[in-house]
């Protein structure tokens, strides 16, 4: 259970939820080519306690930004409170009556650092109202919801992995997400039992160029889709990636159609390892994705690119980054007894680099959105 739970202001509360963060521990901008991702939910969350109020009204507090925002659901929200309003738009839009609510929201998700704090307080608001309000919706379809309000209401243009993980985790496990059936599967990933761990370093680089780079890698993606003549870069088969690499005459287009092949490969064969119970045989596909994306994707930075070199050679079974690029966080496969060794290691190539020093953390995979059983 989330110890952030305990940060909450007395209540009383008629109903306490938490949703975690997550890490997508491979597959990398293979989401809006209607492939493979593999996120887990971190050890992190978002706590939300909600009471029920006679009128449509919402009263919204997070420990956070340190502010209360009230809102009666005809004038459009700004700022952070804007998550929490687009839920309450998302749910009406779907034709639910949600009542009226005050909302206390504290977490121990890092902000802005791609650990996806966003997919989190959205999650765990969606659970508290619609538990409030006695609405039974399949945590199936909550992703959706959730993933509405980022998109529609606060207009953060993201595919659906995150509120997905964050909802649909499940403690030990990874979360194998078919970005096109949306078809999930939960797949043994209990690094505790077999003496791993993952390192999580927040490189701290500043994100520079993220949305133009972004879209601009999408919008190639989609162009030599269309040159191939398939739905999506997804249907492009490894065996067949030569010959389709053949047909495009741009050398970008091509470094761009190889990382995304290469990474659905790389997801389904990190899936077929981790259902034979071998999750050290992971760690030179964490690699092989880092090298792809830095190489065929140019997604990352040096301090990403120095992160990886020094983890490895610190004995590190792989790693790589994680999330969009141009920045964020690294993953890094280690034996647990060795993560402070790792981490002392990357620490040392930053400080050699001149780079700023990085946070690092460690996390083994934990549950999705869950019910807290409040106290006070
Ligand atoms: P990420 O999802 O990677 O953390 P985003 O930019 O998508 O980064 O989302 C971060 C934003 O979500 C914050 O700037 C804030 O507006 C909102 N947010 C997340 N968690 C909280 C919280 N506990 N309290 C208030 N706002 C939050
Ligand atoms: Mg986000």
Request: some cysteine; aromatic content about 6%.
């Amino acid at each position: 259970m989330s110890t952030a739970g305990q940060r909450l202001p007395e209540g009383p509360y008629d109903a306490v939820w938490a949703s975690p963060g997550r890490v997508n521990l491979i597959g990398e901008h293979t989401d809006y080519n209607d492939g493979y991702v593999l996120p887990f939910a971190l050890p992190h969350s978002t706590v939300v306690g909600g009471r029920r109020l006679d009128r449509p009204s919402w009263t919204v507090w997070s420990e956070q930004t340190g502010e209360t925002v009230t809102f009666d659901g005809t004038q459009k929200v700004e700022g952070w409170a804007a998550y929490v309003a687009g839920v309450v738009w998302a749910l009406r839009e779907a034709g639910h009556d949600v009542p009226g609510a005050a909302l206390a929201i504290t977490s121990d998700v890092p902000s802005g650092a791609g650990l996806s704090s966003s997919a989190a307080i959205e999650c765990a608001v969606l659970a508290v109202l619609l538990d409030l309000g006695g609405f039974d919706v399949p945590m199936a379809v909550r992703p959706r919801l959730a993933q509405r309000a980022e998109n529609e209401y606060v207009g953060a243009p993201t595919g659906i992995m995150d509120q997905s993980a964050s909802t649909l985790c499940r403690a030990g496990h990874a979360l194998f997400l078919d970005c096109r059936s949306l078809a999930t599967e939960q797949v043994p990933f209990d690094l505790a039992a077999q003496g791993l761990a993952i390192l999580v370093v927040d490189s701290r680089a500043p994100h520079a160029h993220v949305t133009g780079e972004y879209a601009a890698r999408r919008r190639d993606c989609e162009e030599a889709a269309k040159i191939l003549d398939v739905p999506a870069l997804r249907d492009v088969e490894p065996d067949g990636l030569q010959a389709a690499l053949a047909r495009l005459d741009d050398e970008v287009m091509r470094k761009r159609v190889r990382h995304v092949v290469t990474e659905d490969q790389r997801v389904l064969d990190t899936v077929a390892a981790l259902r034979s119970g071998d999750a050290r045989a992971v760690g030179p596909l964490m690699t092989a994705s880092h090298s792809s994306m830095r190489e065929d994707y140019e997604i990352t930075v040096p301090e990403v690119d120095t992160a990886v070199s020094a983890a490895l050679r610190a004995g590190a079974y792989g790693a790589r980054m994680t999330g969009g690029g141009f920045g964020g966080c690294v993953l890094a496969l280690v034996d647990a007894e060795r993560c402070a060794a790792v981490e002392a290691a990357v620490r040392e190539a930053f400080a050699e680099a001149g780079f700023t020093p990085p946070d690092a953390f460690v996390v083994t995979p934990a549950e999705g959105t869950h019910k807290i059983d409040y106290a006070g």
